[in-house]
Nanobody, 119 residues
Framework: QEQLVESGGGLVQAGGSLRLSCKAPRMILSVFSGNVMEWHRQAPGKERELVARITSDGSTDYGDSVKGRFTISRNNGRRTVDLQMNSLKSEDTAIYYC??????????WGRGTQVTVPS
């Protein structure tokens, strides 16, 4: 069945940048503008953690470890949410997941995209 789709992951050296993108299928998010959109990540041996969140009115929140380095944005017309990641560190190495929360409190996940920052 339909799910969120992430793209843009890869390998980048410490101090570099990547931009991740997530696209939401119309059938599960028919009113995209009303959804809260998030990025989470999970590294080996660690719990999944919230990276960034953007609400329907554009308000944003970030995890403490990425504040000042990452920026989340959304395009409601294209049903996409992006994560610009700057000044990357080896600690940012993880699988990054897109997450949507609908106005009815349903939630949907993508399959994830790998980001690797060598030490």
């Amino acid at each position: 069945q339909e799910q969120l789709v992430e793209s843009g992951g890869g390998l980048v050296q410490a101090g570099g940048s990547l931009r991740l993108s997530c696209k939401a299928p119309r059938m599960i998010l028919s009113v995209f503008s009303g959804n809260v959109m998030e990025w989470h990540r999970q590294a080996p041996g660690k719990e999944r953690e919230l990276v960034a969140r953007i609400t329907s009115d554009g308000s944003t929140d970030y995890g403490d470890s990425v504040k000042g380095r990452f920026t989340i944005s959304r395009n409601n017309g294209r049903r996409t949410v992006d994560l610009q990641m700057n000044s990357l560190k080896s600690e940012d190495t993880a699988i990054y997941y897109c997450h949507a929360i609908t106005v009815r409190a349903q939630d949907y996940w993508g399959r994830g995209t790998q980001v690797t920052v060598p030490s």
